[in-house]
Antibody
Framework: EVQLVQSGTEVKKPGESLKISCKGS????????IGWVRQMPGKGLEWMGI????????RYSPSFQGQVTISADKSISTAYLQWSSLKASDTAMYYC????????????????WGQGTTVTVSS | SSELTQDPAVSVALGQTVRITCQGD??????ASWYQQKPGQAPVLVIY???NRPSGIPDRFSGSSSGNTASLTITGAQAEDEADYYC????????????FGTGTKVTVL
């Protein structure tokens, strides 16, 4: 079964660092882009960025560039989303999702989603 | 970067047809994909490409595109179709590479 399994709920204080994970299984992890999506409480989906685990090519939305770091360890089929200094406004659900398509640079969309990681930042 | 605009909410009577639209300049060049999200759940892909459904998605869901508008149609809406729906597409500027629509809440009456 193809699946993405994300790490668990996090409760952090402003200024703390955090790294959440997304582990893929059931497919060739290195050959599909993994994207990260934010959903703030009661709000819509926001596309944050993607990484190609095969060579760690990464792209960010301008809204998130410099605010988060996306990385991957292909040896353990895991992608990461990390913050160096959290803010209260980072409180949200974060999803990882697999991009799929006919070629590396043409995606049809996101066909497999993780279950989401809730991040709460509060003093 | 471009934006993808959706109507905030639509309603449909049980068994009737509803069309959800997504407007944006990038849709003149790229297909949209569509996602269904129910409360407390992760999004689910329902339509991609010209009009393709992943395995397990009922055939009452269909997609189309014309000019700068992509549409998701639910023909014979069921109670379980009540959810938020989001479109997603490439951004024509490439920065960001992808963007979500603003989302549409579908209520089945």
């Amino acid at each position: 079964e193809v699946q993405l399994v994300q790490s668990g709920t996090e409760v952090k204080k402003p200024g703390e660092s955090l790294k959440i994970s997304c582990k893929g299984s059931g497919y060739s992890f290195t050959n599909y882009w993994i994207g990260w999506v934010r959903q703030m409480p009661g709000k819509g989906l926001e596309w944050m960025g993607i990484i190609y685990p095969g060579d760690s090519e990464t792209r960010y939305s301008p809204s998130f560039q410099g605010q988060v770091t996306i990385s991957a360890d292909k040896s353990i089929s895991t992608a990461y989303l990390q913050w160096s200094s959290l803010k209260a406004s980072d409180t949200a659900m974060y999803y990882c999702a697999r991009h799929f398509g006919p070629s590396r640079y043409y995606s049809f969309g996101m066909d497999v989603w993780g279950q989401g990681t809730t991040v709460t930042v509060s003093s | 970067s471009s934006e993808l605009t959706q109507d905030p909410a639509v309603s449909v009577a049980l068994g009737q047809t509803v069309r959800i639209t997504c407007q944006g300049d990038s849709l003149r060049s790229y297909y949209a994909s569509w996602y269904q999200q129910k409360p407390g759940q992760a999004p689910v892909l329902v339509i991609y490409g010209k009009n393709n459904r992943p395995s397990g998605i009922p055939d009452r869901f269909s997609g189309s595109s014309s000019g700068n508008t992509a549409s998701l149609t639910i023909t014979g809406a069921q109670a379980e179709d009540e959810a938020d729906y989001y479109c997603n597409s490439r951004d024509s500027s490439g920065n960001p590479p992808y963007v979500f629509g603003t989302g549409t809440k579908v209520t089945v009456l």
